[in-house]
């Protein structure tokens, strides 16, 4: 009996060491965790407010779970903690399974101490600010079962210490920026059910070893940067339900081992290099709800098979190059509820069968080569909200069965070939945002009806053959937001209601008969971004109000019969971009605070208005500038030197003015500057030569003709155009000035007339100094500019030989040399010039043969009139029986080398007679000429004598091809 009261006491006594023991211990966590929660940014976090020192920690504490009395779970997601795992219990929390401190702003790294959780089932810290790399030491988690750090700033490998976690099944490191390769090591982890490696940068192949991963569902690589073919072993994954490696750049074609993947519901390959057909086995994927292969350069026809997928609920093959008919199979898909084909080469006609979709939301067949009539079975989809057909070349009427489908939402017909009237149906469809029919043979008048679609954001009627006026009801769309009606026939006024469009922020109005003025209560449209109204027959002046539509970036008037002066109140409009006035009536002056606007506004174009005065004078430092064209006005004086801040200009057009200065050299340092007009104005006195050797690097048209420059063509100007200097070979489609931003245009002198170049390409390249008082002699520099296609020197005082270096302008289509003082031959160099469509060399002293060639041969007498000395095609004045000129002939040379000969020995005599007498005198001449500058007897000389050698050498040439061809 005494035993059992000491049993009962040293039970007792050992309860209460185990549970001093458990007390002390979580004691210890709880102080752990409270050291940690003190290095929070955020101390006055409302859900931790139960970590106080004095509560239950077990019981109390906001996401603490116990076992035994140690922590074996904690879970603060989305507890909006701001800190670091920097003090985080690592060594402290043992006992910890279960880690959830995702959706908070935790930021740093991850501490390699994470791997003192050994216990550790589950670890999530997805959606933090974790940056650097995932510590290796995440492979001692043996019994980890989920890893989820998706949506952090984690970048470096992905550890190969993660394949010893043979425990996993879920594994999301999605949407980090990772790089490297995939670990091969992954292929260990055979229990792994869901592998999320998305959005990062990860390159190389996919490792064959994911194949091995038998229980994977879910295998989710999107854009990364993968490369190489799609693996065969992943026909192995026989439970995968979801595939998707959207957004790499894999190639080759789709491998028939995918086939093998019978539970496939989602299969995504879209938007890589993938090659080849669609392969017909996708037919066979029973359970497949979801198939994306777009964006790659999938060729071939799209197979009959695709109509087996009876669950198919979204198919997108757009982006593509898929041909051939749309399969009338798709008909048999009565689950689909999106139906994507677009930017194919699919032909043919739209299948009927198309209709029997009644699931389909949404179908969009734009951009193919589609013919035909708009089928009227597609006036069975009930549930359709989006039909894009546009791009196609569709014909006929727009049927009445389109107007049943009351969930229309957007409706796309542009580009088509569609003619009759807008129907007034149309007024129906009362869930309708977005309503496009531009581009066809649509004629009549627009139905008022239109007028009744409210919920309207986006209206687009605009190329078409539309009559009459502009229907008032169009105004009370007052959710409209962009309004496009140009390029028709629409005749009257601006419609009055139009004042009611309080939302719309873009109106196209251009290219009409409208007329009338344009009315004030356009001033109530304050949220207008862009108006066109260009290329009507608008009058009277510019509304003063326009100023108050302070959000305008583009103001588009140009082509009308506006009057009047420029009102001050434009210069109120601080976001404008883009202000086009040209080819109006405006007179008065051009607003000097226009120039202050400069360092936003990119467009200033007022070309052909009677506008006076002088430049804007203050062109601002940091100006957004790309175009100003002013030409056809009335300007006076000089161009203000504050056009140098203007560092983004690509044109600058003040011709036919009434400018009068010197050539304006500074403009040299415009890094961008393209094109340069001043022709037609009072510009005078010769152009001086820089020692930039960096001047006008980009320049590709300068035209400096009629006006009054003088002295020698600028060498040295001539000689840094770079752009002239190298032809681009790489361009595959035109480009042209202004693409992105406006459309620039440029009248030029080329092939004898007066072209007016209404978009300008990038390659096109033009020299225009003609109508001056140029002199000297044509630099051989000229030649280095191979990319030349127009050359215009004419009527100017240039004398000398045409350079030979001229025959290197292999791309140049227009050649003016016309009305000068040019002597000798015209180089036989300039006959291999192929591209060559208009000559005119008239008008000089050139002599002797014309050259023979396949573009000479084109050219008439008036190319060469007003030259007595030349002969040959097209004169009747032959040069022999022998295509050799006279001069050529090898008496000729003979007798010319025996007469060079008498000449150099009557030279040395005289010299060597006058050597005494005359050496003071020579000398004499000599320095006077030095002294004053004037060397043009010498360069005479020195031309005459380079002429003289040629000529020689090619006689001989030609000669000592004669004797041996009369040898063989």
Not at 592 to 598: A, P, T
Not at 679 to 705: A, C
Not at 843 to 862: D, S, V
Not at 890 to 906: A, K
């Amino acid at each position: 009996m005494m035993m059992v009261p000491k049993i009962f006491s040293l039970l007792q006594f050992y309860t209460l060491l185990y549970l001093f023991s458990v007390t002390f211990a979580f004691t210890e966590e709880a102080i752990a965790l409270l050291k940690w929660k003190a290095t929070f940014k955020n101390q006055n976090n409302s859900l931790l407010a139960s970590w106080r020192p004095s509560s239950n920690e077990c019981r109390d504490w906001y996401g603490v779970i116990c076992f035994n009395g140690r922590v074996n779970t904690l879970n603060i997601t989305n507890a909006s903690v701001f800190g670091t795992l920097y003090g985080f219990p690592f060594s402290t929390l043992t006992f910890l399974e279960y880690l959830d401190l995702s959706r908070n702003n935790l930021s740093g790294t991850i501490p390699p101490e994470i791997g003192n959780l050994t216990n550790l089932i589950y670890l999530d810290l997805h959606i933090n600010q974790f940056s650097s790399t995932i510590p290796p030491q995440i492979g001692s988690l043996a019994k980890l079962q989920t890893l989820r750090l998706f949506d952090n700033h984690l970048n470096g490998y992905i550890p190969g210490e993660i394949g010893y976690l043979r425990s996993l099944t879920k594994l999301s490191l999605g949407t980090n920026s990772l790089n490297g390769s995939i670990p091969t090591s992954l292929g260990n982890l055979t229990s792994l059910s869901c592998l999320y490696l998305y959005r990062n940068q990860l390159s190389g192949s996919i490792p064959k070893e994911i194949g091995y991963l038998r229980s994977l569902i879910a295998l989710d690589l999107r854009t990364n940067s993968l490369n190489g073919s799609i693996p065969t072993s992943l026909g192995n994954l026989n439970n995968l339900s979801i595939l998707v490696l959207y957004g790499n750049q894999l190639s080759g074609f789709i491998p028939e081992e995918i086939g093998y993947l019978k539970s496939l519901t989602y299969l995504d390959l879209g938007s890589n290099l993938l090659n080849g057909s669609i392969p017909a086995w996708l037919g066979n994927f029973n359970n497949l709800s979801i198939l994306y292969l777009y964006d790659n350069n999938l060729s071939g026809s799209i197979p009959e098979e695709i109509g087996y997928l009876s669950f198919l609920v979204d198919l997108r093959l757009h982006n593509n190059s898929l041909n051939g008919s749309i399969p009338t199979s798709l008909g048999n898909l009565t689950s689909l509820s999106c139906l994507y084909l677009y930017r194919n080469q699919l032909s043919g006609s739209i299948p009927k069968e198309i209709g029997y979709l009644r699931s389909l939301i949404a179908l969009d067949l734009r951009t193919n080569s589609l013919n035909g009539s708009i089928p009227t079975s597609l006036g069975n989809l009930n549930n359709l909200s989006i039909l894009v057909l546009y791009g196609n070349q569709l014909s006929g009427f727009i049927p009445e069965e389109i107007g049943y489908l009351k969930s229309l939402t957007y409706l796309d017909l542009g580009s088509n070939l569609l003619n009759g009237s807008i129907p007034a149906w149309l007024g129906n469809f009362n869930n309708l945002s977005i309503l496009y029919l531009y581009d066809n043979n649509l004629s009549g008048s627009i139905p008022e009806e239109i007028g009744y679609l409210s919920f309207l954001v986006d209206l687009r009627l605009h190329n078409n053959s539309l009559n009459g006026s502009i229907p008032e009801e169009i105004g009370y769309l007052r959710s409209l937001t962009i309004l496009s009606l140009s390029a028709n026939s629409l005749n009257g006024f601006i419609p009055a209601s139009f004042g009611n469009l309080r939302n719309l922020q873009a109106l196209y109005l251009d290219a009409n008969n409208l007329t009338e003025e344009i009315p004030s209560y356009m001033c109530n449209l304050t949220s207008l971004e862009e108006l066109y109204v260009m290329r009507n027959n608008l009058r009277g002046s510019i509304p003063q109000c326009l100023g108050d539509i302070s959000g305008l970036k583009n103001l588009m008037m140009s082509h009308n019969n506006l009057s009047g002066e420029i009102p001050l109140s434009i210069c109120s409009l601080t976001s404008l971009q883009i202000l086009d006035l040209g080819r109006n009536n405006l007179n008065g002056e051009i607003p000097q605070c226009l120039g202050n606007m400069s360092d936003r506004l990119e467009v200033l174009d007022m070309q052909h208005n009677s506008l006076s005065g002088t430049l804007p004078k203050t062109f601002s430092i940091g100006s957004s500038l790309r175009s100003i064209n002013l030409r056809g006005n009335e300007l006076e004086r000089e161009i203000p030197l504050s056009l140098a801040n203007c560092k983004e200009l690509q044109v600058l057009n003040l011709g036919d003015n009434r400018l009068v200065d010197t050539f304006p050299m500074w403009l040299e340092t415009l890094p961008k500057l393209q094109v340069l007009s001043l022709r037609s104005n009072e510009f005078h006195g010769s152009i001086r030569t820089s020692r930039n050797k960096n001047m006008f690097p980009e320049l590709r048209i300068i035209d400096l003709s009629y006006n009054a420059f003088s002295g020698n063509l600028p060498t040295s100007m001539l000689q840094q155009f770079k752009a002239m200097r190298t032809i681009d070979q790489a361009m595959k489609s035109p480009r042209y000035l202004g693409d992105e931003y406006y459309q620039d245009s440029i009248t030029i002198a080329s092939k004898g007339l007066e072209l007016e170049l209404v978009r300008i390409l990038t390659i096109y390249t033009a020299i225009d100094l003609s109508s001056n008082r140029f002199g000297g002699y044509i630099p051989s520099i000229m030649g280095d500019l191979i990319a030349l296609r127009v050359l215009n020197l004419s009527h100017n005082e240039l004398q000398g030989h045409i350079p030979l270096s001229l025959g290197s302008l292999s791309v140049v289509e227009s050649f003016d040399l016309s009305f000068n003082q040019l002597s000798g031959e015209i180089p036989q160099q300039l006959a291999s010039l192929t591209s060559l469509a208009f000559l005119n060399l008239s008008h000089n002293h050139l002599q002797g043969c014309i050259p023979q060639g396949p573009q000479f041969a084109t050219f008439e007498n008036n190319s060469y009139e007003g030259n007595a000395g030349l002969r040959g095609f097209p004169f009747s004045k032959g040069c022999g029986n022998d295509d050799v000129s006279e001069t050529n002939h090898p008496i000729s040379v003979i007798d010319d080398q025996e007469s060079n000969s008498e000449f150099w020995n009557d030279f040395w005599k005289a010299a060597l007679m006058g050597y005494g007498s005359g050496l003071c005198i020579g000398l004499s001449i000599v320095y006077f000429m030095i002294s004053t500058g004037n060397l043009k007897w010498l360069a005479r000389i020195i031309e005459e004598l380079e002429n003289k050698i040629i000529l020689r050498r090619r006689k001989k040439q030609q000669s000592h091809y004669k004797r041996r061809n009369n040898c063989i």
